[in-house]
């Protein structure tokens, strides 16, 4: 069985909510809060050393880490039809490709960065600022992301993919949906379609406890 390291609303939503559309059982083992707690750090440490998460263990213990690598190893077993990666070659497969690199090589720093400045400097106004830089900037790269969405249902048309499970995880966290809903209608449409989605209403339950899409 695939073992989950987790905490809910983290990043290992985004792996829980794949696992639960594709069917897998899974063990989630929540971790607590890295940012909080150095023991829960240390812990999950031991098979990850950038300690983040998600973290998977798969059913033959390997150990993978990065949401996009995790995606397309899920994608790569998925059966026919129900895949939640476009498959290669075609155009679809390369606008995929294109925003989950993004989402995780662009927007996901910025959280790196700014979630607990910190780590990074050790004046309190010089964190203050580096984490506003950052919130400032991750607002610039969503409204990237909203140009790049067409005219739905989902982000790539009439296909369900796991884009659509990062922008409603993604769109939880800061700016948060009040600020999406206002400035990005169609990334906030998408994340309120993305939370109806029957498969995962026990995900989005597990994680987002509040009613859905009032985040
Ligand atoms: N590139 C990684 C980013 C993962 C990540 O930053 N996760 C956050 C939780 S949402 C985390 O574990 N942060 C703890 C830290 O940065 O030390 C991925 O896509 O999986």
């Excluded at 989950?100 to 790196?112: C, H």
Aim: aromatic letters at 10%.
């Amino acid at each position: 069985m695939h073992k989950l390291y987790a905490q809910p609303g983290w990043g290992s939503t985004l792996v829980e909510a794949q696992l639960a559309w594709y069917g897998i059982p899974c063990e989630i083992e929540d971790v607590g809060n890295l940012f909080k707690s150095p023991e829960a750090r240390e812990r999950l440490a031991k098979v990850n050393p950038l300690a983040q998460l998600p973290t998977l263990v798969l059913p033959d213990g390997r150990i993978m880490t990065e949401s996009a690598a995790i995606t397309l190893h899920l994608a790569d077993t998925a059966p026919a039809g129900k895949s939640l990666v476009p498959t290669a070659p075609g155009a679809e497969r390369d606008r995929f490709l294109r925003w989950l690199v993004f989402l995780v090589a662009s927007i996901y720093p910025t959280f790196t960065i700014g979630d607990d400045t910190s780590r990074w400097l050790p004046d309190a106004a010089a964190q203050k600022d580096l984490r506003e830089a950052m919130n400032a900037y991750r607002e610039r790269l969503w409204h990237m992301v909203e140009g790049a969405v067409g005219d739905g249902p989902w982000f790539l048309g009439n296909r369900f993919s796991a884009l659509d499970i990062y922008i409603a995880v993604m769109t939880r966290w800061t700016p948060r949906r009040a600020w999406f809903a206002a400035n990005t209608p169609k990334l906030s449409a998408l994340a309120l379609r993305g939370e109806a989605v029957p498969e995962l209403a026990s995900v989005w339950q597990r994680n987002f406890r509040e009613t859905p899409g009032m985040g």
